[in-house]
């Protein structure tokens, strides 16, 4: 299984409703994924404030396996969401982290 992770520092203008309806998006996809078995996102709520560099929300998307993550990583609708994220990101892509394990 891969877990995909996406840190995420919105701008301050970026309203709960508007993250909300992003990650409904995006949870979404594994309706016509395959293979897109889990979805989580919400707010940071680490008590490392001085590691938590600007990622004040995450989300989390797990894969049945690499094949599952690329086609994920080349769909359109994907692309269509990810492209409205880094709008609402400070600096744009700069404002997002991602990271993929093997879990």
Do not use: C, Q
């Amino acid at each position: 299984m891969i877990r995909h992770f996406v840190l995420l520092s919105f701008r301050d203008d970026v309203s709960a409703a508007t993250k909300a309806a992003l990650y409904d998006e995006l949870a979404a996809l594994a309706g016509h994924l395959p293979g897109m078995t889990g979805f989580h996102a919400g707010p940071n709520v680490s008590v490392e404030t001085d590691l938590v560099r600007g990622n004040h929300d995450a989300f989390w998307v797990d894969f049945a396996d690499v094949a599952a993550r690329d086609a994920y990583l080349a769909d359109e609708k994907h692309w269509e969401i990810g492209a409205r994220l880094t709008g609402l990101t400070v600096d744009g892509l700069d404002g997002i982290t991602v990271v993929d394990m093997e879990v």
